[in-house]
């Protein structure tokens, strides 16, 4: 057996553990690999996993995964999914990032950042904005604008706020994909980033400068 083929059936295998973290781990697994034909074992197990609160981590990184390896057919139930109420609402920021990947197979980014803010959901807000940033979209002048205003909006920093008293907001992951921006765009938003008094947010809007992607965890 190939050797990717091996690592898919390990991979999927691990998603029928009775252990979640075996399962998060074939979820990453997926994730990595990163290949089409793992779609529908990994939308049938989150449709699984979603009935106990409790695996929340498993269920981000199913999520996540379905974003990664394009499983369009995910994106009316990943929508329906978004408009309830969890307790665990990092699961927002993974349906924000695979809800865009998903919605950019169809239509114009524009179109689908338009769908993403309707939600009024910083945390969907903040994941879709980390799939522009990871994917290294460059919209057009006018989209660029308007996610640096929304970037800007004081309302939305609580609602993505890490630990106390972060200001960072939206900021980190426009900071990011803004490296790939045209400069006279982006400079005065980055320039403001580096006054915010957060480690990660300033190394990116520095690396950005320089028109360099930083580093991130995912």
């Known amino acids: 057996m ?5 690592k898919l059936a390990e991979a999927v295998k691990l998603l029928s553990s009775s252990k979640a973290l075996k399962r998060e781990s074939g979820a990453k697994r997926l994730r990595k690999l990163g290949l089409a034909e793992s779609g529908e074992v990994i ?11 409790r695996t929340w981590s498993t269920q981000y990184h199913l999520i996540i995964a379905l974003g990664v390896v394009k499983h369009h057919s995910a994106l009316p139930f990943l929508w329906e999914f978004a408009h ?44 879709a ?17 308007d996610i640096i205003d ?6 939305f920093v609580d609602g993505v ?3 106390p008293g972060d200001q960072s907001g939206l900021r980190y992951w426009v900071a990011i994909a803004s490296a ?5 765009l982006v400079r005065e938003f980055l320039l403001e980033s ?3 008094n957060d480690t990660s947010l300033k190394y990116a809007a520095e690396n950005a400068l320089k028109g360099k992607y930083a580093r991130w965890d995912y």
Request: no cysteine; charged share 30%; glycine share 4%.
């Open 129 to 145: 904005l980390r799939a522009i940033a990871l994917l290294k979209l460059v919209p057009d002048d006018s989209i660029v604008q």
């Open 180 to 184: 790939g921006w045209k400069p006279l």
């Open 2 to 6: 190939p050797e990717v083929s091996l």
């Open 84 to 127: 309830r109420d969890f307790d665990a609402t990092i699961l927002y920021m993974a349906l924000g990032d695979a809800i865009m990947r998903l919605s950019l197979l169809e239509k114009p980014l524009k179109d689908a950042w338009k769908e993403i803010l309707q939600t009024q959901n910083p945390k969907i807000i903040y994941g």
């Open 194 to 196: 580096q006054l915010i």
């Open 161 to 163: 706020r890490g630990y």
């Open 150 to 155: 929304v970037a800007r909006k004081p309302e």
């Open 43 to 53: 939308f049938s197990a989150l449709q699984k996993e979603i009935k106990d609160k």
